[in-house]
């Protein structure tokens, strides 16, 4: 059983930075693929991108160019922890953040895959 908490979420005006963090209990994130997610306010839960168990990061194809070049993935075996680095934030950037397990390395951008899952962090960007 693994168990997830994000934090790292907050207040900021437009063009700053933010980084969450995924912190992992339970299990060790280094044997799972990381995804993380977002869902703004009367929207679905939105796939952003992960991180494979070899380290290998990608995007999702709805969000890769809104994205490109503000948003990085990394993990922290030390730490078991997987972060999301947020440059350049916008307005629309504006969601909870959630990040998820996935232990098949499958998951993707479906969301209903994946096999754990932490509360969420609220990421508010004023303009």
């Known amino acids: 059983q693994m168990h997830l908490v994000e934090s790292g979420g907050g207040l900021v005006p437009a063009g700053d930075s933010l980084r969450l963090s995924c912190l992992a209990s339970?299990?060790?994130?280094?044997?799972?693929?990381m995804g993380w997610f977002r869902q703004a306010p009367g929207k679905e839960r939105e796939f952003v991108g992960g991180?494979?168990?070899?380290?290998?990061?990608?995007?999702?194809?709805s969000v890769k160019d809104s994205v490109k070049g503000r948003f990085t993935i990394s993990r922290d075996n030390a730490k078991n922890t997987v972060y999301l680095q947020m440059n350049s934030l916008k307005p629309e950037d504006t969601a909870v953040y959630y990040c998820?397990?996935?232990?098949?390395?499958?998951?993707?951008?479906?969301?209903?895959?994946?096999?754990?899952w932490g509360q969420g962090t609220q990421v508010t960007v004023s303009t």
């Open positions: 998820a397990a996935d232990l098949s390395g499958y998951a993707g951008k479906y969301y209903e895959r994946y096999d754990y």
């Open positions: 991180i494979g168990w070899r380290g290998n990061t990608y995007f999702s194809d």
């Open positions: 339970g299990d060790t994130v280094s044997t799972y693929a």
